[in-house]
């Protein structure tokens, strides 16, 4: 792998990095030196992930480094290192003042903050893929780890905790008692695990994943974890985070704004309340009876096996009593009569809550009380159980009591800071019809009356972020692929950010068309504002240009709008109006639900749809702030074309929103922390094109995609609104004035990018073959000594071309890019070592990519073919299916037999006829006509009894003939002189040799390159040996899906009863054929049923012009 030296640390990268990489490095390792704050924006598709893990762990190397060539020089009071002066390792291994030398256990932790599981699952895959292996744990919940059954089976997240304290308490969960004795075996703490593998080696070792997980996070270097379990402090404290001194990187950062201030928000609704009175009620008439029984209440305190509850009924009592005055003290607030509810300063949320005798003082005993009653209660069964208002109620007192003085947090903060940053709003319930279709009977309190709701809302993301600066973060990096605009980004987190990036993408200007479509093919003025949103010309305009714009994108089309219910009346009236049904003719159409649950079965279905060979794509209609706009992949063809229908702000008259940017413009008023405020205004665009550039970023996922991005509001076209777009996306922007114009460019944007894309593929798969053979240029094919230079070429290449096709969908992209540049890098310097180095974090960790491994032996050069049988064997416990003529250099392989006359031998299942003569002339193209050349027939689908050659492959002549010559007349219609000439080179070598591999790598790279050579493709297997058509196949529905209903029996080919191609009239009778093949009444039967049974777009199809697709037009093919 590639070593580069940025800021004076050696950097180990899987590749050679793009410039925008290495400029991103660069500011990673300026914040990390400089022990200071970096917002870094790069698109998707730039390697980011990456560059983070490559970075921060090359800085961590070069500090231990540092630290032990001071320790040696400080042991030999003097220089060891004459080639480089001790001065020169920098301050890196010295504390802040440079003076005082650090230690190994000083060196900072790397906490590394995602979304979500899904996103650090991918992120820990990046990291197998690097030369880097340090120490790793990822924290999880019980929910995602807990192996127990009883645990597992408990509804909600907090019932399984509480569940499992006790079992751990009582030492009953052998899962757990095993973690001590197992956790530190080499198997769990050396490899690199994500939340699956743990889960895994918990089941196969019969220990508990969550703890082990909390056994590794001490000597982790690395942490993975999803960020709110660091925004959260009761998150932070329940994982035992330790913060200080350690970097911490939030990917996907632009999430982190909403994430911290909802970490630090509640709504508490009456039915949170009602439905934890209820539970108390039930709990102290079930320990009152069970007092009554025992007659001293202490032998039932001490009784833990009887009950689990160690509490005195008065201190239920009292907890019934504080819930009770904090349910009075809330309803007691008056509401403006038009339910639009009441607004008060942050402090407000003290006075109420002292009100319920909820203290800094009594917060204490409240929530251990809260706790015991909801452990005591975990693992029953029954509605009695409902605890959740109980968990919420101690979750909220955690929250607003989390500046406890006592435990280290600034008294200052508890009154003006809290004041500040959030609001008490108190409103209406309007939730009360829904609570009152509950079926139990202990959500009736809630139902009783209306009641209100209290919302405490923080307002300041700079508060959780100036909470971590206080628990000693040393550095603190935010990263996405959507910031812009940056600057804002880092104004409203609140604390400094010296370090500043906004990265340009890795593509060319051809890979990415952006159109601002001001108005629909009528001419009406496209918007998404308030007052035109819903209007039938607005919608009939929309409308129509979504249906015209499908017809130019292929494949998936995204369609983005501000919100559900635009989306939902959208459709509806598209409905009613006959729109969705044109849309529909062209494109199946998938909406995305609200709800999560079947969001999952939607996204595979549109999956599968635009993979179909035979659709034309799809289309997703989706919302901006959606699930779809975050996170999920539309790389290559699941996404060409992304249309984003307004600009979507949040809701103005929303309560929260309202005070958000009343908040905002009192602290920009004030002058507050220095002017580090946006206004109201400022923050609500923003928050619009942060969505709208979260959608745009669904298009270019990697360095190859490419796509088009259609932004159909006419305010767009305005100079601002364009100013917030990403600052890749801006140079790209074109207004336009007609709706044609669009549709025109559209079109030739992706003539151009799919002929691009189609070349770089092929650069990437054959760098080294001439130009003018990439492009399917005219280039002769000849055979020197038996054997074919260009076919040879080519069939390496279709190989590496199929091969590549599943690397591809198994790998990342940075790992296939990493491959791709590991096999350029061996063809250049035949270095095995340096290749399998690479390909063992690729392909030799996972067991499920151990056959690709075992693939990539067709690649490896004959003298390095054994060692890597070796290794194989070594790495999988299988091989490759080694030989020791593998070893042989091609052109050395075993001369061809000759016959008794001295002459070549022919091979017997060679047959050739005056057509194939015609195409491979002997004198031009074959090797100037050597002997071995002559067209001669033989039997083929008959016994080797000569009376029944003559009388029945003359039959099987004239009736394989008509296909076999109008296969032919369609590849050089399709392919061209020189296509065909290599088709045909290809099919006479595998007739020579039966090396399917290699006929199937030359075909399949010479008909799939365009979506209308697919049939050929398909119709090839006229050619395929018996043996061979299962594999056949099967390579076929890898490379273009399911075959078309009522053709899964396949009709025999030349090969099963009729000649590949028509014999030759000049010579005499054939010699004996293979003794195994059918007999003439069966081939003659076979032959027959061969031309009842055409396939769908075959051979003999007059009615359909040869180069007319045939049902696959819209399929995309190329890696």
Known sequence: ????????????????????????????????????????????????????????????????????????????????????????????????????????????????????????????????????????????????????????????????????????????????????????????????????????????????????????????????????????????????????????????????????????????????????????????????????????????????SSSGLNMELEDIAKLKMILLRLEGAIDAVELPGDDNGVTKPGSYIFELFAEAQITFQTKGCILDSLDQIIQHLAGRAGLFTNTAGLQKLADIIQIVFSMDPAEGGPSSMVGPGVSQSYKVHIHPDTSHRRTAQRSDAWSTSAARKQGKVLSYWCFSPGHSMRELVRQGVRTLILTSGTLAPVSSFALEMQIPFPVCLENPHVIDKHQIWVGVVPKGPDGAQLSSAFDKRFSDTCLASLGKALGNIARVVPHGLLVFFPSYPVMEKSLEFWRAQDFARKLEALKPVFVEPRSKGGLSEVMDAYYSTVASPG?????????????????????????????????????????????????????????????????????????????????????????????????????????????????????????????????????????????????????????????????????????????????????????????????????????????????????????????????????????????????????VRPHHKQRFEEVCIQLTGQGCGYQPEHSLPQRQGAPPALDPSGRREFDPKLTLSQGAARQLDPGEHLNQGRPHLTSRPSSAGVSSSRPQEKSGAPRAERQGQPAVSAYLADARRALGSAGCSRLLAALTTYKRDDDFEKVVAVVAALTTERPEDLPLLQRFSMFVRPHHKQRFRQTCAALTGPPVPGTDTEPPGPWEGSPAVPPDPTHGAPGPGPSQLDKPGRTQSKISSFFRQRPVGGAGSPSRPPGAPRGHAQSEWGL
């Open 615 to 859: 659709a034309s794509g799809a289309v997703f209609l989706a919302v901006c702030r959606g699930k779809v706009s975050e996170g999920l992949d539309f790389a290559d063809t699941n996404g060409r074309g992304v249309i984003v229908t307004g600009l979507p702000y949040p809701p103005r008259m929303d309560p929260r929103v309202v005070l958000k940017m009343q908040f905002l413009d009192e602290m920009k008023g004030q002058g507050g922390a220095r002017g580090q405020f946006l206004s109201g205004r400022d923050w609500y665009r923003q928050q619009a094109s942060r969505a709208v550039n979260q959608a745009i970023g669904r298009v270019i996922r990697h360095r190859h995609d490419y796509g088009a991005v259609f932004l159909c509001d006419h305010r767009f076209s305005y100079a601002d609104a364009r100013a917030q777009l990403p600052s890749w996306v801006r140079p790209h922007v074109k207004v336009y004035d007609g709706f044609g114009h669009v549709i025109r460019d559209v079109a030739q944007f992706f003539r151009i990018a799919q002929k691009t894309a189609h070349r770089s593929t092929l650069s990437l798969l054959s760098e080294k073959r001439p130009l003018d053979e990439q492009r399917g240029g005219r280039k002769k094919i000849r055979l020197v000594s038996g054997q074919q230079e260009g076919p040879a070429a080519s069939a390496q290449a279709g190989r590496a071309k199929l091969f590549m096709v599943a690397v591809k969908q198994a790998l990342s992209q940075a790992s296939f890019d990493t491959f791709a540049r590991a096999l350029q890098d061996y063809k250049g310097s035949d270095d095995f070592e340096a290749l399998v180095a690479c390909l063992h974090p690729l392909f030799a960790e996972d067991p499920k990519k151990h056959s690709l491994l075992q693939g990539f032996y067709q690649f």
């Open 1 to 304: 792998m590639p070593k580069i030296t940025l800021n004076g640390v050696t950097v180990d990268f899987p590749f050679q990095p793009y410039k925008c990489q290495e400029e991103y490095m660069t500011k990673v390792l300026e914040c990390l030196q400089k022990k200071v704050n970096g917002v870094l924006e790069s698109p998707t598709g730039t390697g980011k992930t990456l560059c983070l893990l490559c970075t921060t762990l090359a800085w961590r190397e070069h500090l231990h480094d540092a630290i032990s060539a001071r320790k040696i020089a400080a042991r030999a009071q003097g220089e060891l290192f004459p080639d480089r002066a001790l001065s020169s390792w920098g301050n890196a291994a010295s504390d802040g003042d440079g003076d005082n030398t650090a230690c190994y256990t000083d060196i900072p932790k790397i906490i590394y903050a995602s979304r979500t599981h899904s996103q650090l699952t991918q992120v820990i895959s990046e990291l197998r893929n690097t030369s880097y292996r340090p120490r790793v744990c990822v924290l999880g919940s019980r929910e995602q780890l807990c192996i127990h059954p009883e645990v597992k089976k408990q509804e909600s997240n907090h019932m399984q905790i509480h569940l499992c304290r006790k079992k751990v308490a009582s030492r009953s969960c052998h899962f757990y008692n095993n973690v001590e004795e197992k956790s530190l075996e080499q198997e769990l703490a050396a490899p690199i695990l994500d939340i699956e593998d743990l889960v895994k080696s918990g089941n196969r070792h019969k220990l508990c994943p969550y703890y082990l997980s909390r056994n590794l996070k001490q000597q982790a270097d690395i942490i993975f974890m999803p960020y709110n379990y660091l925004l959260d402090a009761k998150s932070r404290r329940a994982h035992s985070i330790d913060l200080k001194g350690t970097v911490v990187i939030f990917d996907e950062a632009h999430n982190v704004e909403k994430m911290c201030e909802e970490s630090a928000s509640f709504d508490l609704t009456p039915h949170d309340v009602a439905s934890g009175l209820d539970v108390i009620d039930q709990v102290l008439e079930e320990q009152t009876k069970v007092a009554q029984q025992g007659d001293l209440l202490l032998e039932f305190s001490a009784d833990s």
